[in-house]
């Protein structure tokens, strides 16, 4: 009965270490640094109208539905976003909502990671800074965009939304979809996204 007793708990032990080492092993893969963007990203084949079709909201006031965005390539090789979206105000105020937005490149040879600059076209609405990093895209079919606003100790995302995008408001094909499904666990958001309503409100 006591050896019985000690080859559980030695099981238990081992068990726990294992355990353990999955946690770290998964919270490294986490870390927000480690995350790959779009390769060479090419923001002339980007530009146009993208739809959303799924969002991870962050905390706070986000656009809920009916979410498009207009991307536009400036003389100076810069782009410029203009997008809409309903949002509920006050908790009952339900509108339209113009943002504009203006992105940066911090590291030229990282072009899918940039910095927006947004403002909302109405003093109710908030304007400020994110990274807007593209994770994945094919050009023509889908995107898949990210953001981390405040970060844990380990690296990992506190606060953080993505959002993916289609060029057609009504899906994405199965195939894209798993593409898709991938990107959103590479960025440990897998489960969490809710569909974007396109009803052509806004």
């Avoid at 959103?184 to 052509?200: H, N, W």
Wanted: aromatic letters at 12%; glycine letters at 8%.
């Amino acid at each position: 009965m006591c050896v019985h007793y000690r080859m559980g708990s030695s099981k238990l032990a081992l068990m726990l270490v294992l355990l353990s080492c999955v946690e770290r092993c998964l919270s490294a893969s986490c870390v927000v640094d480690s995350f790959t963007v779009k390769e060479d990203f090419d923001p002339k084949r980007y530009a146009g109208k993208w739809y959303a079709l799924q969002k991870k909201d962050p905390e706070g006031l986000f656009l809920q539905d009916n979410i498009s965005a207009e991307y536009t390539i400036d003389d100076d090789g810069s782009m410029t976003a203009s997008s809409k979206g309903r949002v509920t105000l006050f908790g009952f105020w339900v509108v339209c909502a113009d943002m504009a937005a203006q992105y940066s490149v911090p590291d030229p040879t990282t072009p899918g990671k940039m910095f927006m600059n947004y403002q909302g076209l109405a003093s109710y609405l908030s304007s400020g800074g994110d990274n807007y990093w593209v994770i994945d895209t094919d050009y023509d079919n889908y995107a898949i965009t990210y953001a981390c606003r405040t970060l844990k100790e380990d690296g990992s995302c506190e606060d953080g939304y993505a959002l993916v995008f289609s060029r057609n408001p009504r899906g994405l094909p199965p195939a894209i979809q798993r593409v898709v499904r991938q990107k959103q666990e590479d960025i440990c958001m897998a489960g969490q996204f809710q569909p974007v309503l396109q009803s052509g409100a806004c």
